[in-house]
Nanobody, 126 residues
Framework: QVQLVESGGGLVQAGGSLRLSCAASGQTFSSTAMGWFRQVPGKEREFVAAISRSGSRTSYADSVKGRFTISKDTAKNTVYLEMNSLRPEDTAVYYC???????????????????WGQGTQVTVSS
């Protein structure tokens, strides 16, 4: 079992930055690959970023590439999503997810993840 708790969401103006954190407990954090997804009311949850179990590989949705950075601190059992140059269309509830995986594999689909956090709201005003 893995428990995930997100934090760091909030209201920010367009062009601003936020850093989301996802603290994990339970299963050894070094055994898990992690991802961030987001969801807008009335739409399906979409992939944002992922990092492999080892932290050596990352993957990003085209819409956030070059603006968002995912990272993993194994010592703190925490994964981060650094979000820069935020746009109003980034407004969503952001979810952290975890799954067991091979060392260098990144996972980009919801069904590949076994554990989810409760979500944190990010609102970007224009």
């Amino acid at each position: 079992q893995v428990q995930l708790v997100e934090s760091g969401g909030g209201l920010v103006q367009a062009g601003g930055s936020l850093r989301l954190s996802c603290a994990a407990s339970g299963q050894t954090f070094s055994s898990t690959a992690m991802g961030w997804f987001r969801q807008v009311p009335g739409k399906e949850r979409e992939f944002v970023a992922a990092i492999s179990r080892s932290g050596s590989r990352t993957s990003y949705a085209d819409s956030v590439k070059g603006r968002f950075t995912i990272s993993k601190d194994t010592a703190k059992n925490t994964v981060y999503l650094e979000m820069n140059s935020l746009r109003p269309e980034d407004t969503a509830v952001y979810y952290c997810a975890a799954t067991l995986g091979a060392s260098r594999t990144v996972f980009e689909y919801e069904w590949q993840y076994n554990y989810w956090g409760q979500g944190t709201q990010v609102t970007v005003s224009s």
